[in-house]
């Protein structure tokens, strides 16, 4: 009786919290001892409360602000997000660490952790409300040493400056000057920065001993865009693919010149054609450099399409398309007939020009592959600007101030 009560009954913040943290860990996420401390010791139930600790606990966003049309415009991070960046961060003891984006406070709890009692950490939001309610949860999760400030991220916090670390846990389109000019020079920024269309990674810039700031690798992850005092970002854009609303496009700011959302609503009911790119992948293999290498090839950078289940015979729930007029193709996969356990990438081009657009798409997948899938990809904020070599790999990102590369370190560019 008394163990069939012990099995059946709730699981308490602390079991789960080392559950999560134990999942995190066998997932590589957690690769060290300080952050897998800091994950098993914050309490996370005390920054999103009122959610049920399952949800607390479960390894996905939790919102904590809608818009007036029920939009999430700002959430708890994904706790395997939350780790990697802590991970990509390396916050020390006594360091001195500046976070964009209070958001719930968790996260700033999470770096006090890090920190220790001899360090500080600044935490600033645009928001009052956000504001307010960081401070009360740190306050009931007894954290010390974190100061939460309502202002415009994008300013940082100058009076406070030089930071060791500086953490952004909002998207940027380009890395604020404030950001770089405030960081300590032996220290780092970490940014989750959207490089073109919707292609986002967390990149931790340290300086390269000549004015300017390389990545020290990068990783896939999305964000909410930063945004000014007082707004709320705009609304959706998504371009309905099938006259139903089972397939949307998402595109961005970027895409918006060449992405016609008359022409392409309802183009997934037009016949296709299937490019296959003899590219290979395994099953649990990411395709986050195929996107990377796809945002700087392409003069409409990939967006995000998304479908409900059997929108489309063949259409993954979740892929990458590019649009060229009425035209749209996206990346899709097929097991292989050898028995091995493997995909086939290809391209599924829809519309009046979709065959083509697909055959360029398998195009540039075959190029990576065969002269930059096995060499990692750098990106930066030089001091000065380089020429761009698109056929050798390197990629000029065009900004209002701050432009950035992204280079290939194949044999041309050691």
């Not at 496009?249 to 895409?255: I, K, M, V």
């Not at 649009?323 to 829809?350: I, K, V, W």
Request: charged share 20%; proline share 7%.
């Amino acid at each position: 009786m008394s163990d069939q009560h012990t099995a059946s009954r709730p699981s308490t913040a602390e079991e789960l919290r080392h559950q999560l943290a134990d999942r995190l860990l066998a997932d590589g996420k957690i690769r060290t001892s300080a952050v897998e401390a800091a994950m098993r010791t914050v309490p996370r139930e005390l920054f999103v409360p009122g959610v049920p600790l399952t949800t607390a606990y479960a390894d996905d966003i939790v919102s904590i602000k809608t818009d007036e049309a029920g939009t999430s415009i700002s959430a708890a991070s994904q706790p395997r997000i939350v780790a990697m960046m802590l991970e990509q961060l390396k916050v020390e003891p006594g360091h001195r660490v500046l976070e964009l984006g209070a958001g719930t406070g968790y996260n700033a709890a999470l770096l006090a952790h890090l920190t220790g009692p001899a360090g500080r950490v600044v935490t600033i939001d645009v928001d009052d409300d956000l504001v307010r309610g960081a401070r009360a949860n740190l306050a009931q999760a007894g954290v010390t040493g974190v100061d939460v400030v309502l202002g415009d991220g994008r300013l940082g916090h100058p009076s406070e400056a030089p930071f060791d670390r500086i953490t952004a846990t909002v998207g940027a389109f380009e890395v604020p000057r404030a950001w770089l000019d405030q960081l300590n020079p032996a220290g780092r920024l970490l940014v989750p920065v959207r490089l073109a269309g919707a292609v986002s990674r967390t990149v931790p810039f340290v300086s390269d001993g000549h004015g300017g700031w390389v990545g020290d690798g990068s990783e896939m992850a999305g964000f909410m865009p930063l945004r000014d005092p007082g707004t709320t970002p705009a609304a959706s854009s998504a371009i309905d693919l099938t006259g139903t609303g089972a397939a949307t496009l998402q595109p961005n700011r970027d895409n918006l010149h060449a992405t016609d959302p008359a022409a392409l609503t309802g183009v997934l009911n037009t016949r296709h054609t299937t490019v296959p790119t003899g590219v290979f992948v395994g099953r649990q293999e990411s395709f986050e450099q195929l996107y990377l290498w796809l945002a700087c090839r392409l003069a409409n950078p990939p967006m995000w399409l998304r479908s409900s289940k059997d929108a489309v015979p063949g259409l993954p729930a979740q892929t990458m398309a590019t649009a060229a007029g009425g035209s749209l193709a996206h990346l899709g996969y097929h097991l292989t007939e050898d028995g091995g356990d493997r995909f086939e990438l290809d391209f599924h081009g829809y519309g009046p020009g979709g065959a083509d657009l697909a055959a360029q798409l398998a195009a540039e997948a075959a190029l990576w592959d065969h002269r930059f899938r096995n060499h990692p990809a750098t990106i930066a904020i030089p001091a000065m600007v380089p020429t761009a070599d698109p056929d050798r790999g390197r990629f000029v990102l065009a900004r209002p101030t701050t432009p950035m590369t992204v280079t290939w370190n194949t044999e041309d560019h050691r």
